[in-house]
């Protein structure tokens, strides 16, 4: 990349006036430090224009010229830094805070817990680390939360006198509520599990919030929620009374039961509708683990289409983008809302499959299959209402995501096969954790 710009720079330093050059200079470099915004520091940047910028040989030549050149630059950086700092305007999300983050072993919650605490949250994790997938990976999980400073505890969501004690104990300024048995498939053959952990227990966190109607819950609804005959891209105010799975419908339940919590006690819940949620410490039940998992040991992978082999198409959003909705769904804290929360910018399977393929450099062995009635063929997130109310804008490229989501696949994959085990579920029971909750009575709120 750098000897391509340097060659640049010379062409354009022989071609261009004075005039042309600085501004060439100062587009560049504004492109430069915005596209590396994420990943480069303020001196790093700096450097980079002094090697990118067009001038660069005339600058060597004269004094004079390099300091309207630095200038220029430090214009150009501090630009595209104050853009980057309006991007992720902290005061959008919750700090200096108290938190409870349910689900905190699982994927998204790993990630949230994570996020809420590095902007100095006193951050509480529960999980009941269940078997829906290898609980290795929710310990990896738990154990690196804990390192950062995040309370784990070994808790199931349905033990209400255990979120009152907590409640009691800590008095949430926030709750983010992520438990839930998640995966439609998994959901056509134990449809049971899902109305228990979904819809019995989302009860018993509105209950836990009736005499604390001022905190705010934020809860993860899903895209799963919208039905066949909805129309693209999905919007929220979409009737989506019409789901084609029991997960979907526990989804949409949460929704209403919300709503009417909100109606009768006041309680502020904001349900978050995600799509297809992927990244580091992803699902194993999902497709970009599946895939990455499958080519890199070259086992065959299923990739599903309608019997007019149509591709499946899904609007697959980095977890660093749903996490940011996320925060800033609970510190705009709205009485009763709902969102879609995703990319906004469908891909279809195969085009996935290839980014796959790119990151590992290795080519997947396909094998077709019809796709499930359960699934929808596209889902595609309308982010409007999002962006609009809560200055959401998603960021991660899906190459980009994909990459990032393989570096993890190679070190996790690498960290299993050493043997390196982290501490068990048991280790974050409250009776090894905390006896003294165990023994104080919880007061009501
Ligand atoms: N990942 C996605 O693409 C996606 C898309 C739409 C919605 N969602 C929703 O987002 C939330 C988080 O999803 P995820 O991908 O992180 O899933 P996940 O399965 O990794 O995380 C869920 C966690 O909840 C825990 N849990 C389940 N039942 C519990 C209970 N009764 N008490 C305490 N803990 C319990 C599980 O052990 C698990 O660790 C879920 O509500 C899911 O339905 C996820």
């Known amino acids: 990349m750098l000897p ?14 004075l005039s042309q050059a600085l501004s060439q200079a100062l587009s560049l470099s504004l492109k430069l430090s915005l596209s590396h915004s994420n990943s480069l ?33 430090l214009v150009a950086v501090s630009s595209a830094y104050l853009k980057q700092m309006d991007i992720t305007d902290l005061s959008a999300y919750p700090s200096d805070s108290t938190i409870l983050v349910t689900g905190a072993a699982g994927f998204i919650g790993y990630h949230l817990a994570a996020s809420l605490r590095e902007l100095n949250n006193v951050v509480v994790g529960i999980d009941s680390f269940n078997d829906y997938y290898d609980v290795t990976l929710k310990e990896a999980r738990a154990h690196k939360l804990e390192r950062l400073g995040v309370v784990m505890l070994n808790v199931d969501i349905c033990d209400e006198s255990m979120l009152k004690t907590l409640h009691a104990r800590y008095k949430f300024d926030y709750i983010g509520h992520l438990a839930a048995q998640a995966g439609v498939r998994y959901s056509v053959n134990h449809p049971h599990q899902y109305v228990h952990s979904n819809v019995d227990c989302f009860v018993t966190m509105l209950e836990l919030l009736r005499h604390t109607p001022e905190v705010p819950l934020v809860y993860a609804s899903s895209s799963s929620v919208y039905g066949k005959g909805a129309s693209i891209p ?19 339940m949460n929704e209403l039961l919300a709503h009417a919590y909100n109606h009768l006690y006041g309680v502020k819940a904001t349900g978050l509708r995600f799509f297809t949620v992927f990244g580091p410490f992803g699902r194993p039940d999902m497709a970009p683990y599946i ?46 809302d709902v969102f879609n929360i995703g990319r906004g910018e469908p891909v279809s399977v195969p085009q996935f499959i290839e980014m796959v393929e790119s990151a590992l450099q290795k080519k997947a062995d396909r094998h077709d299959m019809p796709a499930h009635d359960a699934e929808l063929m596209v889902t595609f ?5 999002a962006m609009r109310k809560l200055g959401y804008a998603p960021r991660v490229a899906t190459q980009d995501g994909v990459d990032n ?22 280790t974050y029971l409250p009776a090894n954790k905390m006896p003294e909750l165990l023994t104080s009575t919880p007061t009501e709120q």
């Not at 391509?4 to 006036?17: C, K, N």
């Open 4 to 17: 391509l710009l340097l060659a640049l720079s010379q062409t354009l330093s022989q071609t261009l006036s």
């Open 41 to 73: 520091s303020l001196t790093q940047t700096l450097s980079l224009f002094s090697l990118s910028s067009p001038l660069h040989p005339f600058l060597k030549r004269h004094a004079s010229m390099r300091c309207i050149a630095v200038l220029s630059a």
């Open 234 to 252: 999905f919007t929220e105010d979409e009737c989506s009374d019409r789901p084609t799975n029991v997960y979907g419908a526990t989804k949409r």
């Open 291 to 336: 895939f990455t998992d499958r080519i890199s040991r070259g086992l065959p992978i299923d990739v599903y289409h309608t019997a007019n082999n149509e591709e499946m198409r899904r609007d697959f959003t980095h977890v660093d983008d749903i996490v940011d909705g996320f925060m800033r769904a609970m510190k705009h804290a709205a009485p009763y």
């Open 381 to 385: 997130a309308n982010t409007s209402h």
């Open 405 to 426: 989501f393989v570096a993890w696949y190679d070190w996790y994959s690498k960290k299993l096969q050493t043997g390196a085990g982290f501490p068990g579920k048991d």
